[in-house]
């Protein structure tokens, strides 16, 4: 059956204008995805920077780490002994006004310690090793401590090296809020590179645009003493307090910007 004259324009009409939008939506498909070929693609202008941002700060840390070693022959007798210079130590430290929250176990333990046994050989010469035996142990604990007063450190140390501690080393200087230096370090690395970036789109007569990329490295301290003052503890003969400047702490920051330019 043949449609009415009316009807089949009707259904032209509407199959028209599907194709229309059709082609339009498709048109703004691939506008768009060439658009963001060319913003992303090799075809894009750019130009990149580099930046170097710096902050100096005194240390308002000092950290220092010793060992406390005993000898004995089981195991309790030298944990024993560990304790009590461990407790004379504590004392030491809080009458220095070291808080319990900056003093810090780092590791503790107990190894057995051994000798060779030897029995005699009739004719050989010398005596041949025998089994190997238990004799005794040694226990020690390791401990780390944060000085916030750095001016103390070289009476702390002093004060320790009186009091049996082993393998002392220290004071580390550092930054007890590095944070907010490494962000102040960035910013002046990005505001570097925003000027150099200025200045040579200026140069080449064009703007710049949108930022492409961002990299960002260091920000790692940098500690710049003067000269060392360190001297080597002898419990035996305890040294006089050293004077330990504590120089100042450089905080880096270097970005790598790549901006769009028109």
Known sequence: MELPEEQKRNFYRGALAFIIVLTLFFAVKFLSEVRDYTRSGSGTNTITISGHGEVQAVPDIATIYFTIR???????????????????????????????????????????EYEYETRPSPGIYPPMPGKQVVVGYEAYESISLKVRNTDDAGKIIEGLGTLGVTELSGPNFTLDDEDALKREARKRAIEDARMKAKALAEDLGVRLGRIASFNESGGYPVPLFGRAELQALDAAAPPKAAELPPGENTITSDVTITYEIR
Do not use: C
């Not at 004379?88 to 780092?106: A, N």
């Open 70 to 112: 005993q000898e004995g022959k089981t195991v309790k007798e030298a944990q024993d002994k560990v304790a009590v210079i461990e407790a004379k130590v504590l004392e030491h430290l809080r009458q220095s006004k070291i808080e319990d929250k900056d003093i810090r176990t780092e590791s503790a333990s107990f190894n057995p």
